[in-house]
């Protein structure tokens, strides 16, 4: 079974898409994951994607394609795979499409509220990095962190402003992607508000009726 999880920042996807391959004994294939590995071991590809990595522009479609496919065609994904992160575009999808069938692409669906609220939400120490996030998981004395006394500080990634573009840039990037799958009866849209085994659940039990959304 090949399936792809699609969701915005903010949205559980990579948590969700871990814990379903598990569920289900397939291989989870983050495609962040992937660039990482390939540049650690100095593949062939990881040396070109590494290029554009440092200049902090995204990694042309043609590589990361080639990736992709290269790390689905391992007997270990024989059984089936769980993609994150890819693709990222119509181009990256009509390609995976000709090399392998996919089965069922699960968009986990959170409305802009409440991912602004989970991504705005985060500050971290400035000495041990310890994460906390307002209101779900505050420092007891706030502006302090509970392990080391050190300062929290906001990421510029972090801030409301921020979020927005990069939910808006989310948003306008996957409604093609999202029509494309919904067309090829492949789409399962999840409810992704709720606490994670919630949402897994659901994912689960979609995948099991196969609760197609008609394009």
Known sequence: MYIIFLGAPGAGKGTQAAIVAQELNLVHIASGDLFRQAVEQGTELGIEAKSYMEKGILVPDEITIRMVLERISAPDCEPGVILDGFPRNL????????????????????????????????????????????????????????????????????????????????????????????????????????????????IIIALGEGEFVAG
Do not use: M
């Open 91 to 202: 181009e990256q999808a009509k390609a995976l499409d000709q090399a392998k069938a996919i089965d069922r692409v699960v968009c986990i669906k959170v409305s802009e509220e409440e991912l602004l609220n989970r991504l705005s939400g985060r500050w971290i120490c400035r000495n041990c990095q310890t994460p906390y996030h307002i209101p779900n998981s505050p420092p007891q004395v706030w502006g302090k962190c509970d392990n080391c006394d050190g300062e929290l500080y906001q990421r510029s990634d972090d801030t409301v402003e921020t979020v927005k573009k990069r939910l808006e840039f989310y948003f306008a990037e996957a409604a093609p992607l999202i029509d494309y799958y919904a067309k090829a009866g492949k789409l399962l849209e999840i409810d992704g508000e709720g606490s994670v085994s919630e949402v897994a659940r659901r």
